[in-house]
């Protein structure tokens, strides 16, 4: 099956500080790839999907130039949380399938990264 | 707009059986999903339906009624290690997937 790998699994830095997270498809391409991000006891909240090739589309309400999405290859998007502060603290996910596009095929999960802003 | 609704939280027995229901309202549909998400770890994949009727799985067997805009989980012979929030998910019309806000499920013993 589809393998999605997400590193890092957790990592806490200084307020003002970038974070850098990457997520490769291991055993498929993926022109599409998918961030989200949850908060404690709330549900997935997708912030922006990553294109290979071209620029992320990012949901209302999330800030472009604070979290940076570099998808430049067909296997690996990255996440960089910018000037990180404390409210940016959050359990980030990233997801990729096969031929999103194609009704059936299942969305594969990264392990997640748990990142904390002190 | 697009709305995907489940309760918010559930309870059931070690061994009993439990039904997670699901209405969706969307953009077209491509497909329904149920993801398992333990506390502190991404979602894993359940179920997918897409034509109307049940499928089985081992334990866990989802339903769907497009008409209706409804679907359920059904978990059987319940486990401690089924303690988890249950997702149901929908694909629209632009093959986007639209979340629902997860149903946590305490299983006691």
């Known amino acids: 099956g589809a393998v999605v790998s997400q590193h890092p699994s957790w990592v806490i830095c200084k307020s003002g500080t970038s974070v850098k997270i990457e997520c490769r498809s291991l055993?498929?391409?993926?022109?599409?790839m998918f961030w989200y991000r949850q908060f404690p006891k709330q549900s997935l909240m997708l912030m922006a999907t990553?294109?290979?090739?071209?620029?992320?589309?990012?949901e209302q309400g999330v800030e472009k130039d604070k979290f940076l999405i570099n998808h430049a290859s067909l296997t690996l998007s990255t996440l960089t949380v910018t000037s990180a502060h404390p409210e940016d603290s959050s359990f980030y996910i990233c997801?990729?399938?096969?031929?999103?596009?194609?009704?059936?095929?299942?969305?594969?999960f990264g392990a997640g990264s748990r990142l904390t802003v002190l | 707009g697009q709305n995907i609704d489940q309760p918010t939280e559930m309870t059931a027995t070690e061994g009993a059986i439990v039904q997670i229901n699901c209405t969706y309202q969307?953009?077209?549909?491509?497909?329904l999903f149920w993801y398992q998400q333990h506390a502190g770890e991404a979602p894993t994949f359940l179920s997918y339906?897409?034509l109307d009727g049940l499928e089985e799985k081992g334990r866990f067997s989802s339903f769907l009624s497009r008409s209706k805009g409804y679907s359920y989980l059904l978990l059987k012979e319940l486990q401690m290690k089924d303690s988890a929030s249950y997702l149901c998910?929908?694909?629209?019309?632009?093959?986007?997937?639209?979340w629902g806000a997860g149903t946590k499920l305490i299983i006691k013993p």
């Open positions: 997801s990729a399938s096969p031929h999103f596009e194609s009704g059936a095929n299942v969305l594969t």
């Open positions: 055993d498929f391409q993926a022109t599409t």
């Open positions: 990553s294109n290979e090739g071209s620029k992320a589309t990012y």
């Open positions: 969307t953009s077209g549909f491509n497909g």
């Open positions: 339906n897409v």
């Open positions: 998910a929908v694909k629209d019309s632009n093959y986007q997937l639209i």
